[in-house]
């Protein structure tokens, strides 16, 4: 888990490896939690670390579904619109039948499913705008694959900064202090050590 990205040398490199630094935010953010405190929601939002691991899961889904089948639309979803709605909102919600290493299980697989199309795909393919949602511009036909990877990078960095208030909410520990527990690092003077509430 590297708390910054490293060097790149060219485009498809960078968006490599700052959506890979985005993706382990998620991962850091989660160390030494429990399932319950996965699920809470210290904060006035009803936003949990869970919920946010789950919906930067089916983010990232939605949208390299978008690029792998890229210039065409990606198979159309038929279900009543009532039925895929309560599947977003279930997004958001880590429910008392899961458990954070399931949730980040299923992380992990799909960013490796969403690192492999960074490295494969064609960024000038052209992803044709979804019409299913109010929130997609109806006056665009088309992103690039490039456009749809550097939206996802704004995506995972928006929740990523969700999950670190979170987080601080929960217990006081910030990123690089999760960071250096995670990897075994020795503490920094300049930071305030950091200790699991027991």
Same mark, same amino acid.
């Given at each position: &888990?590297?708390?910054?990205?490293?060097?790149?040398?060219?485009?498809?490199?960078?968006?490599?490896?700052?959506?890979?630094? #985005?993706? +382990?935010?998620? =991962? @850091?953010?989660?160390?030494?939690?429990? /399932?319950?405190?996965?699920?809470?929601?210290?904060?006035?939002?009803?936003?949990?670390?869970?919920?946010?691991?789950?919906?930067?899961?089916?983010? #990232?889904?939605?949208? &390299?579904? $978008?690029?792998? @089948?890229?210039?065409?639309?990606?198979?159309? /979803? /038929?279900?009543?619109?009532?039925?895929?709605?309560?599947?977003?909102?279930?997004?958001?919600?880590?429910?008392? /039948?899961?458990?954070?290493? #399931?949730?980040?299980?299923? !992380?992990?697989?799909?960013?490796?499913?969403? !690192?492999?199309?960074?490295?494969?795909?064609? !960024?000038?393919?052209?992803?044709?705008?979804?019409?299913?949602?109010?929130?997609?511009?109806?006056? =665009?036909? @088309?992103?690039?694959? $490039?456009?749809?990877?550097?939206?996802? !990078?704004?995506?995972?960095? $928006?929740?990523?900064?969700? @999950?670190?208030?979170?987080?601080? +909410?929960?217990?006081?520990?910030?990123?690089?202090?999760?960071?250096?527990?995670?990897?075994?690092?020795?503490? #920094?003077?300049?930071?305030?050590?950091?200790?699991?509430?027991?």
């Amino acid at each position: &888990m590297p708390t910054l990205a490293p060097p790149v040398r060219d485009e498809r490199e960078a968006l490599r490896e700052f959506l890979a630094y #985005q993706q +382990s935010a998620f =991962v @850091a953010v989660t160390y030494g939690l429990t /399932d319950e405190q996965a699920r809470s929601t210290p904060t006035v939002s009803t936003l949990s670390i869970g919920g946010l691991i789950k919906h930067v899961t089916g983010v #990232q889904r939605d949208w &390299m579904g $978008r690029v792998a @089948a890229a210039p065409h639309e990606p198979p159309a /979803d /038929d279900r009543p619109f009532e039925e895929r709605a309560a599947e977003y909102q279930d997004e958001y919600v880590m429910r008392p /039948d899961e458990t954070l290493a #399931q949730l980040l299980d299923a !992380l992990t697989t799909q960013n490796a499913a969403s !690192l492999r199309l960074v490295e494969t795909a064609d !960024l000038d393919a052209a992803v044709p705008v979804p019409r299913d949602a109010p929130w997609f511009p109806s006056d =665009v036909d @088309a992103w690039s694959v $490039r456009w749809v990877f550097a939206h996802l !990078l704004t995506e995972l960095a $928006r929740h990523a900064g969700h @999950a670190d208030i979170i987080r601080e +909410s929960l217990d006081g520990a910030t990123m690089y202090e999760l960071v250096a527990a995670a990897e075994g690092m020795e503490p #920094q003077p300049w930071l305030t050590p950091w200790q699991p509430k027991t």
